[in-house]
């Protein structure tokens, strides 16, 4: 079986698409944080917007997209950044256990990865990644008045718009870091699906 890890290679047919072939943990755990890794930092790669699933003080879940900001292989950690009013960072605040989910048709991997995660509201590091986002687009995703997911009122429409003479708020960014305890890596081929469950430094090979 193989794996289906692209690399480019310019003898190749296709340059941009030839399967690079993973047989062993030993080149897939790392081929997997080094996509990650990629993901972080390339807007179209498809593990940049994984799914954020956490459970609710109610014991319900709940799940959503985020975008993947930073990977820490050495240290097993994934960073996001979100708006410390939203609902999400309170569900965090009580149970940090959570799960991400990746889905690449690139690489016909999936990737479920639990995680334990920490939110951090104020400090060094969120003052100096918001001096960064504060210059880019995405400030204003910071900077609302109201929390993400209140109640408009009736009519409101572009309440963000009737909002753009108001005085500059403080800002509400946070960094949410997910610690990486465990992964389930789930290959799709047509030559046999595989799947793997990875610990720090374990590796056991499961049913699709
Ligand atoms: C493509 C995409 C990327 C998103 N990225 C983020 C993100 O990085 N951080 C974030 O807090 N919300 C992000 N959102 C919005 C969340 O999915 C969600 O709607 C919002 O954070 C409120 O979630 P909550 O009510 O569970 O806290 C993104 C949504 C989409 C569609």
Redesign the pocket.
């Known amino acids: 079986m193989q794996s289906n890890a692209i690399q480019r290679n310019p003898t190749h047919p296709n340059p941009i698409i030839m399967k690079i072939h993973l047989q062993t943990p030993e080149d897939i755990r790392p081929q997997i944080w080094k996509e990650l890794g990629r993901a972080s930092l390339g807007r179209h790669h498809e593990w940049r ?1 994984p799914v954020l699933a956490s459970v609710d003080p109610d014991g319900l879940p ?1 799940a ?4 993947l900001r930073q990977v820490d292989a050495l240290a097993g950690q994934l960073t ?4 410390s009013r ?4 309170a569900q965090l605040q009580v149970q940090g256990a959570a799960v991400l989910v990746f889905w690449s048709a690139r690489l016909s991997w999936q990737l479920r990865v639990q995680v334990t995660c920490s939110v951090i509201t104020s400090g060094p590091e969120v003052e100096a990644l918001w001096q960064g986002v504060k210059q880019s687009a995405a400030a204003g995703d910071y900077l609302s008045p109201l929390p ?2 209140a109640v408009l009122p009736p009519g409101t429409g572009m309440a963000v718009a009737a909002n753009a003479n108001a005085p500059a708020p403080t800002h509400n960014f946070a960094v949410l870091r997910a610690q990486v305890l465990q992964m389930d890596w789930l290959e799709l081929s047509r030559d046999g699906h595989r799947r793997a469950q990875l610990g720090a430094t374990t590796w056991e090979w499961l049913t699709p």
């Open positions: 917007t709940d959503r997209t985020v975008v996001f950044y979100t708006d939203s609902p999400k960072v993400p997911g």
